[in-house]
């Protein structure tokens, strides 16, 4: 049955990133973990090239019951237990003898770190390529918007003039800087290799079989190597069973992309309301719509990446705290990270996939901007006013004066005169953005 | 495609709970709030009878295709708006003039958020129950081991001796206190009925269809009670749109449950260590089984309900965090607690599903208690030895000498006899056990 | 030196609930505990009553040095060793004799926990003050306004028409059942009493000094029923060294409060948003102003509210985690909880001391209000067109139609004729705070 | 009066950072935020060097009242505003003119931002020295026991065997990621400075004063820069007023610090439980005393680290919560930050600070490590066994006869012959240890 297909989290139903982390993907991400082991004790000569070969042909989702796995988990707490048994007997039928490679010398966390790490870095591909395309839209906002007047809001209430591209810019350099530590906790993500107790003494065993004279530090450091290798991911120093630093990281930099976005679609709505209506979200048949008010057009992306946003928090609080995992591998420290994690890339992804539609359609009322400015007429310059007036009567007695605006002169109160260095700051922030474009993205 | 078989959460992988509030069930659970509705409405004579037959014997998941609502969702922010068109369009399809009667002045809202309090009403019920079957095991082993001799330990070094039996006393009120807290919130959940903004205009101008002149206070209070009659919850005094309170004790309670049972899972955790050995997880074929190690049982039951009780509480802080619910129905605080919720009932029914496997079959080991009481020697009474000696000379006098246990005669130093009122503890703890059974479970 | 004067935190600077919490009400009530434990065993012949009242008059927290009691705090994680030794010198300086029944039989967590438990019911009495007012003054607004028409936002935009009085019914609901969940959590804060571990024993051995055949039994029931007579606080049915409940239940209520106090900022901040304008905080003079910007007017008070809002929750999921609380007392755990509890207390204390002036000077502009109404046109009561044109054409076609409203008759398309039972709701609420008012009051 | 003194938080209590987060530290900071911008503006010939220098002669924390402006804070939010008040009235009292450069053109954001920058370079200062001292240690104790046979254990039970020098160069790896990150992440900091609402305009308008036809752009690139250099933090790229970015790094960078010492002390306390004692603190007159049990000795440093850190995750989420800051400056999400920011500071300091302690002193007992190893027997090397086997018998038989290792030659059954790659790992973590210490420490 299926448990979960979106229906209670709008951000993410049917996206690309939900089908990366689900648990098909999941379980053929197990396959490609073991799959890897065996090429890499292979190219170390552990185990036969024809072994390791047969292993990843074998290594698909589909020769597995999913579902028989997951109810099974519960004997070991995990499903890797299982998952082992299920994939040796599948390689067993097509032959006994390579059999005996799968798994070998292995333990149930180096599969599942691992594989979790795997769909981590494939979700993650999705997510900086929404991610750059947001980007792109944002820079094309800012530099469009460069100096468009309007005015800004501090504590709710109209403050003091500014341009729409600078809001943008903030924007931007929110969710780059969100890039960024993404791009690098993915690159950063090691494969897990450690054997029963992180000593790899399961692997030293196993590869003694094949030479009974090998030396376990060469066994260490060359597996390590090796297996990041063939996965493509980091080497880590040491097995990280119990250092959990590479996912706190990874969550955090989840909770960052949320966290851009999340500012983003705080300010959509709030550029959106009736009375303000700054913004609109771009149009689509039967988007927005209410089963109550025909009239409505809600603006539901936003809704959906501040809802994703509201969650990642905690669920990153979740996983920093099992960071706390006792000995050499944890009772409930381990086990509580996963949901959470895969909750964190797909709310994440979610997020990115639906700011891409966002941005990219956002439409901007200059004129509406103009008039809410001109709502708090010479008041949102009592700033400058108070700055003018202080050069002749002093600090004290200017912000007092300032409160009567409306007896300056003219060139003293023209909004769009009093927008500072806005545009120089969007240049600089579209700068940042070009330098950034050129960090090599995840393959 | 399955996103989600419980491969990740192996807690409640394939145990009622999950059933109970998957996707499927959401579906139901939105079918049985309208169909409650419209009879609720026939009831008052707003809804000619047969209409309302009509539309609770169509109101089965099985007509509609739940991923096509979930994948539509993303339209609205919520699979309400598809859902009630598809709906609609199956009552169509068998008469017409019923389809008019679908969601018939209602709102998204009403009609998610009963839903959502009808599936935890029913994961609830098996929560409870199981919750009474952990409460009767527990009471059953305080019993037994009223007088059994161990040693308490505190912050993890011995302490003072106590029992076995007012240690499983201690589980018991706690998870009494749990399941009292549960069931307070569940009876406590309210049907969910505003009309579009929270006034009932819409349920009022539908009633006008029949009664032109119909006073609204008199549909207010009417409509209210007969919606929470037909679906046998609580009626609120406002609609609660932007007011969670109920939501937020819910799934406090549920984190109360994990909480008490965590406790005892860590204890268990604790005890079963190699060392320690004073209590064993029942066995049962395969469980406890690891990919690596043979000889290993490992104690999986504790483990997945730590698992379990280290996620609710950052998933109450969401719920909890969503009460700032701004203007009449808040753009991505009302989504983002859907996913959080579930998430808690399954956990938590779990948990509670898993408690009573780990305590029906405990294992207890009254002699090893014996045995690790004695290690620490006469010093594990010191502090009695100190008050008897600060009868003579005084109690700073008394703390010193008590360090030299040894030197005290032995009707002092037997730990067997200092357990205090630890019997007499128990008996209250089994008492306040006998009274709560009394209280009214939920249907 | 004063590590906190508030500086980071105005929403409770210098306020009541302030001192209430602060470190040497802390020390207070460690002695208060003391003394209500002389006097408990007094009650029941194990201490002299002379002794008892020396140990109470001698309970200053004068009398003590509270910072060297915060560092010597480090030796034993707690301050209590180093406290009892002070307190022990300070009642051995009175008289000797006396300094025997200073903490006698007792245990640190016993004296803490109850100190804890005494600091929050003051504190809650503060709370439930004020909580009072601001119900008072909720539901004299929206007795006022019971039929002041307003428009009702949802998703960030013009939903349909409702009156202001049902804002503020709602907001008062919600204040209201925070109100009654602190309360009962309040009321059932027990004392703490288990002595080293849980069993009492140490209490029993001090007993036997008076009475060497005392009936362990009999003294544990009556030494919880004197003590939590000496302190009005409720008596557990066990010690509760590691059933953290009461406390889990104390924060959840206190994370209602400024959940409910949190709704209603975030609602006044939009409120009074430049362009919205329909309420205004109370001026004050210099209040809301900005280093910057003469003419600023913050919501500062919602904003302290709502910052205070954002905290919570958080803070409550720390308290709750700590119920994994391992052995008969855990290293951590329970050290946790004291600073996040007593931020629970203050937050939340200020939030409400706030939030008495906010709602008994809150400024409405009705006139405001029927102007932002009159924005959306016929729109707004498009819920109401489509299910009057249903009545004819069908709801599918009515809804298509409804989309142009200005094309029908005006008595349909008046909004303040379109408020269902938003008056007859006001009365229920009223109705409601009616009968909690007569809840008897923590003394 | 001193509201917190330590007393509920002993991990901190008295330690040095809590007074370099304490209110009057902070206040200091704002002060040097001040007297940094007045001179940052002087260099660029905005204000006049005597100016900015008499504003920094003046600019500290002990002409000013720190109660007096926290109360204050009420009525702004925040106490920026009264600060400044206050701050130039010291100024004025000095030299009237020069008053009027206090706070030129400034906002009250920029001047908080950058003081809570300034505490947390300084605060973080402590915390590097400490982790460095920590990691010394921990890098001791690996290289010492490189070779020091000791049962690893996971999910509670004796797993296989490892080596003591591998646990520590576990607790190395960790502290050092962490160490890492937050040197990152406090290099990262950037000074705030944006002006009212983030366009500088107030910044440009004060150096109209001097140039009338001063260029926006050239102010915006250089007062960033000279701001920057003057307080030797970060240039950023834009007005962080909304993109929280550097305090979330931050915030995070702390819980890995506390979630990394946390494991280490979490099994601290397993290891030196009464039962195992393979490791024990160091002993200090008074440490670890119990106020009831003259025996005790309780692990009290590793209590009070976990402590610390079951309390920074949720501080964490809270700071990530804050992202969602609407407008150009958000009416409570900003102000939510500070207290959870300080309590991160101080609390991960305290940890540090507690740890240093901690690992400098741990006593190894190796021959306990080899007493508890022998416990299990053969079985603990049953992974090693059913390898062999499964050379001759396959696989699947061969798990099913390890379980009688009895039965085997005792080669295969010397536990300290299997521990694999645990002394390389232990060279590996050494090696990275050497690497890391060449990063440059902030000064």
């Known amino acids: 049955m299926s448990t979960d297909s979106g229906l209670l989290a709008p951000v993410r139903a049917g996206t690309p990133v939900e089908h990366t982390v689900a648990d098909p993907a999941w379980l053929q991400a197990m396959l490609d973990a073991e799959a890897g082991l065996a090429r890499a004790q292979a190219r170390l000569g552990f185990v036969p090239v024809e072994a390791a070969e047969t292993i990843t042909a074998l290594a698909r989702a589909e020769h597995l019951d999913l579902a028989s796995l997951a109810h099974r988990s519960r004997a070991a707490a995990n499903p890797v237990v299982a998952f082992v048994a299920d994939f040796t007997a599948v390689v067993a039928g097509a032959d006994l003898d390579t059999a005996e490679y799968v798994h070998f010398g292995s333990t149930s966390q180096d599969i599942w770190d691992t594989a979790l790490v795997l769909v981590a870095r494939r979700a993650g591909a999705l997510l900086l390529a929404d991610l750059d395309r947001t980007c792109a839209a944002l820079a094309e906002l800012a530099r469009e918007h460069r100096d468009t007047p309007a005015v800004a809001r501090t504590l709710a209430q109209h403050a003091v003039p500014t341009t729409f591209g600078l809001r943008a810019a903030g924007w931007l350099t929110g969710v780059l800087a969100a890039r960024h530590e993404l791009a690098v906790a993915l690159l950063a993500l090691p494969v897990q290799l450690g054997g029963a107790a992180g000593t790899l003494a399961g692997y030293v065993q196993a590869a003694r079989r094949t030479d009974p004279d090998l030396d ?39 909770a960052l992309v949320t966290g851009a976005l999340g500012k983003l679609a705080v300010d959509v709505q709030l550029l959106s309301r009736t009375e303000i209506a700054e913004v609109a979200e771009p149009g689509a048949p039967g988007r ?26 905690q669920l990153v609080a979740t996983v920093s705290q099992c960071m706390l995992a006792e000995d050499e591998r944890p009772g409930g420290a381990w086990h509580a990270e996963w949901q959470p994690l895969r909750e964190c890339l797909r709310l994440a992804g979610g997020a990115a996939y639906t700011a891409v539609e966002l941005v990219e359609g956002l439409t901007v009322d200059a004129d509406r901007m103009r008039t809410n400015l001109n709502i708090t007429g010479a008041d949102v310059v009592s700033e400058r006013i108070a700055a003018v007036l202080a050069e002749t009567v002093g600090k004290k007695r200017a912000t007092q004066l300032a409160t ?40």
């Open 216 to 254: 376990p530090a060469l066994l260490g450091d060359s597996l390590l190597a090796a297996y990041a290798a063939e996965l493509d991911l980091a080497e880590p120093v040491l097995p990280w069973h119990t250092d959990r630093t590479p996912l706190v990281r990874l969550a955090t930099a989840l």
């Open 288 to 313: 927005g719509a209410s089963s109550a008010m025909p009239h409505k057009r809600n603006p539901v992306l936003a809704t959906m990446i501040r809802a994703a946003a509201l969650q990642l928090p």
């Open 404 to 443: 009567r605006p409306e007896e300056q002169p003219p060139e003293l109160t023209d909004p769009t005169d009093y927008t500072g260095a806005a545009g120089a700051l969007v240049d600089r922030a579209l700068a940042r953005f070009g330098e950034r474009r050129t960090v090599p993205a995840l393959a």
